[in-house]
């Protein structure tokens, strides 16, 4: 009886934690380029969450683990838009629901309700997600300087692509 | 008994242990990650003074500096020191993220340069805590202006050297302040007994007051500025505003110094703001990725 039940405890534990995936190496780009300025770059050290259960899904981005070409655009996306020292992450925390992300995403310390568009391919080991979708820059509170406003494209697009692993 | 008691225990931390990961979001912050500090100066130069960034890799940069004439000659005539302005402009580009090298040429005494700058260590939090960012920095300097003295000078004499640790700290996003032990050295010196080496100890700071400007402020200690030759050298100062729009950079100073060599500014400074030897100054520098 009480090997059926360490038995029952255990297998229960097992089967809950199969159903969290993770990683934390996904990719995400963000591309705010214009035709006059190329304005891109990309993180491969995003964390994402999600628990097949529930349907939890969470994706975490550390702002200066951003890669631009070029070190001064870097330095100014850090220093005078992202304000990383101040904001150091965006986050997305929310559920993943027929076909669509929705949940609260949180840019440079502002949060608001996002519901875009997703895809996730899930198997038994791993869940791949893939999401593009547009955020308005001006809503996230970081203002962009009239001298650039028509380099800069306000509305940015990010696309995230994340395989994760079952835990 | 105790076997139950265990068996309970077990299954007590089990839960507890998914109690942990009750909330999938918790792990967001078990991630130990290296956050490097960046931009803890606009530019590669305080004022006169090194800082320890470099531009990055694939980065060719321009810089031009005027100092114009001081507050005590003729100001008026000279419109302000414009007339007798005196200039540097240097070329560098950085080789690596960490590795600079770049050449200059100023009409202070038509001194001509050339530098090597190393990013050695950079400040950082998170898995690994670095408080300070160190850059190693060396330059010779080739005065190029015909000797008074009517002595026949070799080569070698015309040559000085400036090597220096750059000890930066970014304190919040608006402080930062550096501090860089310096020794400089000159082939040539009035006479035997007056040192070729002597040391130096920058202190400086900027504070921002916007995200694109900043209030700027460096001076220099060193350790002997008597020389046999009757010269009693001051010390070096400024005080400056920096303005960054997008890949410029400029700097607007005033100061008590005219060369813009590190062993002339530092060690050779004969002008003093007590009886008016400020002058006006400004760097400018653009940045172009050469190397994406």
């Known amino acids: ?63 200066t683990s951003f890669e631009f070409k070029r070190a001064l655009m870097q ?93 | 008994m105790m076997r139950s008691f265990v068996f309970a225990f077990l299954i007590f931390s089990a839960v507890q242990a ?17 956050q490097l500090t960046y931009a803890t100066f606009k530019g590669t130069q305080l004022i006169n003074s090194a800082t320890n960034e470099t531009p990055g890799e694939g980065v060719l940069q321009y810089v031009i500096a005027h100092r114009f004439g001081s507050f005590n000659d003729d100001y008026l005539y000279n419109f302000f020191g414009l007339d007798n302005a005196q200039i540097r402009m240097q070329l560098d580009y950085g080789m690596t993220d960490k590795l600079n090298v770049g050449i200059g040429r100023s009409s202070f005494l038509k001194v001509a340069d050339g530098f090597i700058k190393y990013k050695l260590l950079q400040q950082q939090t998170g898995a690994k805590n670095v408080p300070v960012s160190l850059t190693l920095n060396s330059s010779i300097n080739y005065r190029n202006a015909r000797y008074t003295d009517g002595v026949e000078h070799y080569t070698s004499d015309r040559i000085s050297y400036l090597h220096q640790a ?33 040391a130096h100890l920058t202190l400086g700071g900027r504070y921002k007051i916007t995200n694109r400007m900043a209030l700027t402020g460096e001076g220099t200690i060193m350790s002997n500025r008597e020389f046999s030759s009757g010269e009693r050298y001051t010390t070096p100062f400024a005080l400056g505003v920096d303005i960054e729009t997008g890949g410029h950079v400029f700097q607007l100073h005033i100061s008590n110094t005219r060369a813009m060599n590190g062993p002339f500014w530092m060690a050779r400074n004969p002008y003093s703001a007590s009886n008016g030897g400020l002058f006006l100054g400004f760097n400018i520098s653009r940045v172009f990725t050469v190397k994406e």
């Open chain 1, 1 to 63: 009886m009480k090997k059926l039940f360490t038995l029952l405890a255990l297998t229960l534990g097992l089967s809950l934690s199969a159903q969290q995936y993770m990683t934390r190496q996904g990719s995400l780009t963000f591309d705010a380029g214009s035709p006059l300025e190329d304005i891109v770059a990309t993180s491969n050290s995003a964390t994402a969450v999600y628990d097949a259960q529930d349907g939890k899904l969470g994706v975490q981005v550390l702002m």
């Open chain 1, 75 to 167: 330095e100014h996306f850090n220093e005078n838009y992202a304000e990383s020292e101040v904001y150091p992450k965006a986050v997305f925390k929310g559920k993943f629901e027929a076909g669509r992300a929705i949940g609260a995403l949180t840019i440079h310390g502002v949060t608001k309700d996002v519901d875009v568009p997703a895809k996730l391919d899930l198997s038994k080991e791993t869940a791949h997600l893939v999401a593009e979708f547009a955020v308005t820059i001006e809503e996230y509170g970081i203002a962009i300087p009239s001298a650039v406003a028509n380099k800069i494209d306000k509305h940015a697009k990010i696309l995230v692509d994340c395989k994760l692993v079952a835990k």
């Open chain 2, 18 to 34: 998914f109690g942990q990961e009750d909330d999938l979001f918790d792990l967001f912050d078990d991630v130990e990650e290296v």
């Open chain 2, 166 to 198: 750059i000890i930066a700290r970014k304190w919040n996003r608006k402080l930062s302040t550096l501090v860089s032990p310096s020794v400089v050295h000159f082939n040539l010196v009035p006479t035997a007994q007056d040192p070729n080496t002597t």
